[in-house]
T-cell receptor, first 113, second 114 residues
Framework: GDSVTQMEGPVTLSEEAFLTINCTYT??????LFWYVQYPGEGLQLLLK?????DKGSNKGFEATYRKETTSFHLEKGSVQVSDSAVYFC????????????FGAGTRLAVHP | GAVVSQHPSWVICKSGTSVKIECRSL??????MFWYRQFPKQSLMLMAT?????????EQGVEKDKFLINHASLTLSTLTVTSAHPEDSSFYIC??????????FGPGTRLLVL
């Protein structure tokens, strides 16, 4: 079945460091891919998305490129801030899948000053 | 962007009572909403799909008589936890599908059953 695999956390970085959170997926067809962020005690916020191969989603300095050849959607940011500390979820939505999202396990990011 | 609200944000109740959680899409209409449950430091578990004007579709293993879902309008879905017990304590999150087919999430409701 369809699934999403994320790198295990926690990821601990110093402020202004480069961030990569790996995400790979298994799916039939051409899914849409998403990154959501969850701050402590809150619900999920859509960070970025990509709906077809080679699309690049970007928002707030974060980027992710839909790579069909490697079935990946890695999240990157060039310079993280303390305020980026949160849990990041990669997710896919299968075409014709009634809009259901399949989530990865989540990766906790902690950024220190 | 699209906004989804939940009420209440947290609730404490006694074992055996029922609790109702509301999920509203504030600036868009949503024929489909979802209810999730999240345990500490874990991912979201889809509980059910709420469809406006029809019965909810529950995921395998979720008791439909325990978790009653009503989607009475295009902007409101409710989840009622009936005869709540301590094991029902959790973080409940709803989401709604906007016109661009993106899923927008509410801020969550923390339920503690004593």
């Amino acid at each position: 079945g369809d699934s999403v695999t994320q790198m295990e956390g926690p990821v601990t970085l110093s402020e202004e460091a480069f961030l990569t959170i790996n995400c790979t997926y298994t799916a039939t067809g051409y899914p849409s891919l998403f990154w959501y962020v969850q701050y402590p005690g809150e619900g999920l916020q859509l960070l970025l998305k990509a709906t077809k191969a080679d699309d690049k989603g970007s928002n707030k300095g974060f980027e992710a490129t839909y790579r069909k050849e490697t079935t990946s959607f890695h999240l990157e940011k060039g310079s993280v801030q303390v305020s980026d500390s949160a849990v990041y979820f990669c997710a896919l939505r299968r075409p014709g899948g009634y809009n259901k999202l399949i989530f990865g396990a989540g990766t906790r990011l902690a950024v220190h000053p | 962007g699209a906004v989804v609200s939940q009420h209440p944000s947290w609730v404490i109740c006694k074992s055996g009572t029922s609790v109702k959680i509301e999920c509203r899409s504030l600036d868009f209409q949503a024929t489909t909403m979802f209810w999730y449950r999240q345990f500490p430091k874990q991912s979201l578990m889809l509980m059910a799909t709420s469809n406006e004007g029809s019965k909810a579709t529950y995921e395998q293993g979720v008791e439909k008589d325990k978790f009653l879902i009503n989607h009475a309008s295009l902007t409101l879905s409710t989840l009622t936890v009936t005869s709540a017990h301590p094991e029902d304590s959790s973080f409940y999150i709803c989401s709604a599908i906007a016109g661009d087919e993106t899923q927008y999430f509410g801020p969550g409701t923390r339920l503690l059953v004593l």
